[in-house]
């Protein structure tokens, strides 16, 4: 089979979205959506063979909440520290491609990067029973929705909603690719404290970079010196990244790596609409470890 290329791939997924729209993009599979472009049924019974290793990179996060800021990041740690390239020939997310993916998986050298937008629940248990490490970013539910939104309606080919406050009432509802933010939330803050589970806010990656990529290696056993987790923070910054992004990412790259601000959602929200994602955090994570880290008051206050 020829080698796929990653652009290539991502190229083909944005080319079967063109003309269709919501109700065709999305389908359900196991009570989540997800878009029919890039998953399907049998991907996800193909998924249940995968074959986890020890050394797998395991990278989740929610949809715009910086997971291919992570892929980047991780990319570059084995590259640095051991003189090689991850191979980057697939779309980077585990439930999307054509069912073969997990064949062609078991042929690529270790560590391998495993990247899912993947609810806790809904991932393949021998990550778990192999013990691979897990790295979950998370960011805060307004940005995220905010991020999400506008990818929706600034990616040419992908269907737009008809507003904000449509996509909003469907973000709350969970009625959105890969499902609800809250129940992914509610269920990572139960395993915080796992052993092979570290998680990280967007926030605090803007915040201090250089203190993430050093937190990254070690959790990761990459043996990285202070110069070198220097300079893949500086080639990791948002800037850095968005002048790459078309060479990395092909035409979606600008789009996919649009502002990367923090309080972007301050320009969609209106009050109803604060009051209700307050609300709705204050249920499912005030006083969680979770919630603490996300930093609700700093980041979601209007």
């Keep these: 089979m020829a080698e796929k290329t990653f652009v290539g791939e991502i190229e083909k997924a944005l080319e079967k979205t063109k003309g269709l729209d919501m109700n065709e993009l999305l389908f359900s599979y196991r009570g989540t959506l997800y878009p029919s472009t890039v998953c399907s049924a049998e991907m996800f019974q193909a998924l249940e063979t995968f074959e986890s290793r ?90 995220t929705a905010a991020s999400f939104f506008q990818f929706h309606n600034n990616v040419p080919s992908i269907p737009s909603y008809n507003s904000w406050e449509e996509f909003f009432q469907q973000f709350m509802n969970g009625q959105v690719g890969w499902g609800s933010y809250f129940d992914q939330a509610v269920t990572w803050n139960q395993h915080i404290d796992d052993e092979n589970v570290l998680i990280l806010t967007y926030e605090e990656l803007k915040q201090d970079l250089v203190s993430g990529v050093k937190q990254m290696a070690e959790f990761f056993g990459f043996m990285a010196t202070a110069e070198q987790i220097q300079a893949i923070a500086d080639r990791a910054s948002f800037e850095a990244m968005r002048e790459r992004s078309q060479e990395t990412h092909g035409a979606v790259g600008p789009l996919l790596f649009r502002k990367g601000a923090i309080g972007d959602w301050k320009d969609l929200f209106n009050d109803e609409q604060n009051k209700e994602m307050d609300a709705k955090f204050k249920e499912c994570l005030t006083g969680t470890k979770l919630g603490v880290k996300l930093k609700y008051d700093v980041y979601c206050k209007a």
């Design 54 to 143: 020890i050394d797998d990179l395991v990278l989740v996060s929610y949809p715009k909440c910086g997971i291919h800021w992570l892929i980047q990041i991780v990319n570059d740690l084995i590259a640095t520290t051991s003189k090689t390239k991850a191979e980057n020939t697939e779309l980077p997310f585990l439930e999307c491609g054509d069912p073969e993916k997990y064949e062609r998986m078991k042929k690529l050298p270790s560590p391998r990067i495993v990247a899912t937008h993947l609810h806790y629940n809904h991932l393949p248990k021998t990550i778990f029973k192999n013990k691979a490490k897990v790295l979950v970013l998370f960011r805060n539910p307004k940005d």
